[in-house]
């Protein structure tokens, strides 16, 4: 799933949005997931949509075709920008990926969505898509509701891996209306869970979750619901958090862990995201444990 060598120099990481949608179902929070394909950057994770920020979600076009992006009290015109830029690739990567699109005013219905995933898609090795989100939304007079994206971490790849990403990952909410459904490309299964079915899904070894996608999990699990996972976003730390390629020994022998601000292990002393200071390698997979 990852390729983590200590050794490598280090890559500069490229600017990433991630779109974690939630909805309020009768067990509670539910959130939806992608499987990723089996090779590649996290391949077979099951993760939630997203993808690298391209040079066109820059474009001052954008202003025009979305509301305005959540952005740090203080930020200056070329940070709203970046924000910006930042919240369309997250929603351009959840139409290609998942089929969900935050629009302002009227929300597409599921067949359409389909439609613009297929118009918008990337085909490997074959020809160009037929068409970019851009184009479809000037046609249908559409806008993307950045305003409804909150920022909730920002995660950055070890730099012990040999593909680096900053991901600014954002929050969601989604109407009990919204589908979504994988492309068959760079996703192959969807679906939709709580939480905990998730992780114990994870738990018990019948998938694969990377560090941030567990953690996320967590927080939304302890929200309880949307409107919870929206306060909780209200105080979330957006300093990087980039995880340490460490060597753990317990009582169990020798592996490797991936230690976040705050572990011991470390070179940054202050938490940044609440919870078990560290992601133990067991076997094939890291479990979230604190340090000896």
Request: contains cysteine.
């Amino acid at each position: 799933m990852l390729d983590l060598d200590p050794t490598r120099a280090a890559a500069a990481p490229r600017d990433a949005a991630t779109l974690v949608v939630v909805r309020d179902g009768a067990a509670g929070i539910e959130v939806f997931c992608v499987e990723r394909q089996k090779v590649g950057f996290l391949g077979g994770a099951v993760v939630f949509p997203g993808g690298k920020l391209d040079p066109a979600d820059l474009e001052p076009t954008w202003t025009a075709l979305s509301t305005a992006p959540h952005a740090p009290a203080g930020s200056t015109e070329a940070d709203v920008a970046t924000w910006r830029g930042l919240g369309v690739a997250a929603c351009r990567e959840a139409l290609e990926e998942a089929a969900i699109l935050p629009l302002a005013g009227t929300a597409l219905d599921h067949a359409t969505l389909r439609s613009w995933q297929a118009r918008v898609a990337k085909k490997r090795g074959g020809p160009p898509a037929e068409t970019t989100l851009e184009a479809l939304l000037t046609q249908a007079h559409g806008r993307l509701d950045l305003a409804s994206l909150h920022p909730m971490a920002r995660w950055v790849t070890p730099v012990a891996e040999s593909r680096r990403f900053d991901t600014r990952f954002f929050l969601y909410v989604a109407d009990a209306a919204l589908t979504g459904a994988h492309d068959n490309q760079e996703t192959t299964a969807s679906f939709w869970a709580t939480p905990a079915e998730v992780m114990r899904r994870f738990a018990s070894g019948e998938l694969q979750l990377a560090p941030p996608t567990h953690r996320t999990l967590e927080q939304l699990a302890a929200a309880g619901d949307a409107a919870g996972a929206i306060a909780m976003t209200a105080t979330a730390c957006l300093d990087p958090i980039c995880p340490q390629l460490v060597k753990h020994i317990d009582a169990r022998g020798e592996t490797v862990a991936l230690a976040l601000p705050g572990d011991p292990g470390h070179e940054l002393r202050q938490v940044r995201s609440p919870g078990k200071s560290r992601y133990v390698m067991r076997g094939d997979r890291f479990l979230p444990e604190d340090a000896v």
